[in-house]
């Protein structure tokens, strides 16, 4: 009988970009080589200084390739040194870092940019490895374009990406047409201390949700899933009426997703909300109005925490006169305006405004300085979160200490960091790993209520 084919040997060329959305990508690619050219080390070296995320990331990334290369000589790392896994486990795959090559040929791309030094690099390593497939791994557009134009396989860096489409992300809650218990053939009521429970079979539609989200039908009845097990859900019975009428520091939900989003906030066993939902949808306005409800009011945390991922932030943070609070202001001047929506009744809204930034502890932190610190007992809103990469969302979630909560909001249809997408964001990716643990829960909320002007252009600009 001939033989199988054997499968071509992969050579896997690392991007700059790569290493910064994920340091630990280097042990990510099984048994096949990894390479990383001398430029990107150069790339990564010029980054490294300063206190931004990006910094941070590049430390990062340089620490675990000098860990992976140990005490290798100079032609064990141009040949590729094996990447140890663990102690007791054999090593898969190998490590390299070469030189800038020539080429053969007479076709290069000018020298004057990095991304055309890595792409002669990799069109040189096709020449001299012809029994290996050699792919750029990159997460700039661009640079993938012009490398599958010179002649050079190119992919997106994939593997921190859960879903394939992002309609696959659970939104928090099914909706069911008519009536929920239409879908239902046999049930277990339980009544204890006020509260109903429903004991159901987990099956069909019922078997695709997952710990805390809700169910809503058509004739009013509103369900929260407490429990999971492999073949049961436990829905907690909510009244309609009572999450409408549920009033936050004056704000009263506008709709059923913002209600279950509040119910979701106030709730001291939820550590972890995550609101999503298009611009004016009241993420923002919710998150507020509930933290300021639960340290002015119940005084159930000592802090409230805000910060935000924005483009620039990371640069012109250090230009701006005054504290880091002073210079955090206009970048989460969105915090201040929806504590004047809060309180545009009042008869004197600045002077309730300036009230409750004395009353309430409301700290504005850049991302830049949260790493290594420990909050307890804090309300944490990372605003805009859609622009942070899983590494950036990591770093910030694991700051919240002892009885403290995390709330994250964000847009996924307004990213504005390059290389990252809808299915890439770390909001994605923190949703979709969140979303069968029990002390978390995801709201997607609707329509648009922040005017008629900003629900015509969001849905037709």
């Known amino acids: 009988m001939p033989r199988a084919p054997q499968a071509r040997k992969k050579m896997y060329v690392l991007d700059t970009n790569v290493l910064i959305h994920d340091p630990n990508a280097l042990l990510n690619f099984e048994e096949h080589a990894v390479i990383i050219p001398m430029t990107v080390l150069e790339e990564l070296d010029s980054l490294k200084s300063g206190k931004q995320t990006v910094a941070a990331d590049c430390r990062q990334a340089i620490r675990n390739i000098d860990k992976l290369l140990g005490d290798a000589n100079p032609k064990d790392i141009e040949k590729g040194v094996p990447i140890l896994r663990g102690k007791k486990a054999d090593p898969l795959g190998t490590l390299a870092i070469i030189m800038s090559t020539e080429r053969n ?21 096709q020449e001299r490895h012809t029994s290996h ?3 750029l791994v990159s997460k700039d557009i661009n640079m993938r374009l012009k490398a599958r134009g010179f002649g050079v396989e190119a992919q997106d860096y994939h593997n921190d990406q859960l879903l394939d489409d992002i309609d696959l992300l659970p939104k928090g809650y099914t909706e069911f047409p008519d009536s929920f218990w239409d879908n239902i053939a046999k049930v277990e009521t339980v009544q204890r201390a006020g509260v109903t429970e429903h004991l159901l079979k987990r099956e069909g539609e019922l078997a695709k949700l997952n710990i805390n989200e809700f169910v809503i039908d058509e004739r009013g009845f509103i369900g929260q899933v407490v429990d999971v097990s492999d073949d049961q859900l436990v829905i907690k019975d909510l009244l309609h009426d009572d999450l409408m009428n549920e009033e936050v520091w004056g704000l009263v939900p506008r709709d059923i ?3 279950m989003a509040l119910h979701l906030l106030l709730d001291p066993e939820i550590h972890l909300v995550n609101l999503t939902g298009s611009a004016g949808s009241g993420k923002t306005i919710l998150a507020l109005a509930a933290c300021i409800e639960m340290t002015v009011a119940s005084k159930l945390y000592k802090r409230i925490i805000a910060t935000r991922s924005t ?3 990371d640069e012109d943070i250090g230009f701006l006169p005054g504290t880091e609070a ?5 970048w989460l001047g969105a915090i201040v305006d929806n504590l004047e929506a809060l309180h545009e009744d009042d008869e004197n809204m600045s002077a309730s405004v300036d009230y409750i930034l004395s009353k309430v502890p409301l ?3 850049s991302m830049n300085y949260i790493r290594g610190r420990s909050f307890q007992h804090s309300l944490i809103i990372i605003d805009e979160s859609q622009n942070l990469t899983p590494h950036q969302i990591k770093t910030i979630i694991t700051r919240a200490g002892n009885g403290s909560k995390v709330i994250c909001l964000g847009n996924l249809a307004q990213i504005d960091t390059p290389y990252l997408s809808p299915l890439s964001s770390g909001l994605t990716y923190m949703t979709e790993r969140f979303k069968g643990f029990k002390h978390g829960g995801h709201i997607h909320l609707q329509g648009v209520p922040r005017s008629v002007l900003a629900e015509f252009a969001e849905a037709n600009l």
């Open 363 to 365: 700290h504005f932190k």
């Open 311 to 313: 483009q620039g932030l």
């Open 257 to 259: 997703y913002q209600a």
């Open 105 to 125: 040929g007479n076709h290069s791309l000018p020298e004057h940019l990095n991304d055309n030094k890595i792409i002669n690099t990799l069109a040189a390593l």
């Open 326 to 330: 002073e210079k955090m202001e206009p």
């Open 133 to 135: 497939d050699i792919i």
